[in-house]
């Protein structure tokens, strides 16, 4: 596509819930990185991919948190046992020699 | 510890009026840094950039000045209008094994621009 894609848009989950956040890189692009924004705040790293593996993940939270990466391409942000923290807008950026990282719209997400 | 802030939460200004948005930095080894606008409902879009062997980088309508005795950078908007209502991060790549894997951003300042 042409920009980052992340799905969905919005999750509204129950707290102790799973959830599976979703991110489509720009093609081609062999870095992919997740970030954390709470309301009002600013970015958060939390990840970082290169290829399928992560030599970066000093930012996740707690163990609760995981991602994968599959054929160079999409990603995937696991959350188990959703707390009520958690809620925030996770975006997800990709970009082809580390520097100008791009953008998704996010997820927005929501621990009831 | 490290960290890239800003001095001004909020910025109003008048259509027209000329914007200066203002970040300091602590990390006295950051060489790069990225300005990065955030509109409402969407992720950071991509302003400019500045490498530490500039002290001024210039785009369209916007300009960046760099100070690295003070540890500061601001970014300049010409002639604002309302679609530059946003918010505005400035951010410092990280390194890892000699590439950049991770920005460290500021805490951001709201633009509004008034008619």
């Known amino acids: 596509g042409a920009g980052v894609s992340q799905s969905p848009s919005n999750k509204v989950t129950e707290k102790g819930k799973d959830v599976e956040l979703r991110c489509d890189p720009i093609?081609?692009?062999?870095?992919l990185y997740w970030y954390r924004q709470s309301l009002g705040q600013g970015l958060e790293f939390l990840i970082y991919?290169?290829?399928?593996?992560?030599?970066?993940k000093s930012g996740l939270p707690s163990d609760r948190f995981s991602a994968e990466r599959t054929g160079g391409s999409v990603s995937t942000l696991t959350i188990q046992r959703t707390q009520q923290e958690d809620s925030a807008v996770y975006l997800c950026?990709?970009?082809?020699?580390?520097?100008?990282?791009?953008f998704g719209a996010g997820t927005r997400l929501s621990v009831l | 510890g490290e960290s890239v802030g800003l001095h001004l939460p909020t910025l109003s200004v008048q259509e027209g009026d000329n914007s200066i948005i203002n970040c300091a930095y602590s990390n006295s080894a950051s060489d790069y840094f990225i300005w990065y606008k955030q509109e409402s409902g969407k992720g950071p879009q991509f302003i400019i950039d500045?490498?530490?062997?500039?002290d001024k980088r210039q785009g369209q309508r916007v300009t960046v000045l760099l100070n690295k005795t003070v540890k500061h950078l601001s970014l300049q908007i010409a002639a604002t209008q309302p679609g530059d209502s946003a918010v505005y991060f400035c951010?410092?790549?990280?390194?890892?094994?000699?590439?950049?894997?991770?920005?460290?951003f500021g805490a951001g300042t709201r633009l509004a621009v008034h008619p």
């Open positions: 951010a410092d790549p990280h390194g890892f094994s000699g590439g950049y894997n991770k920005l460290i």
């Open positions: 991919f290169q290829g399928n593996s992560a030599p970066d």
């Open positions: 500045i490498r530490s062997n500039m």
């Open positions: 950026a990709s970009s082809l020699v580390g520097y100008i990282q791009y």
């Open positions: 093609s081609g692009h062999t870095a």
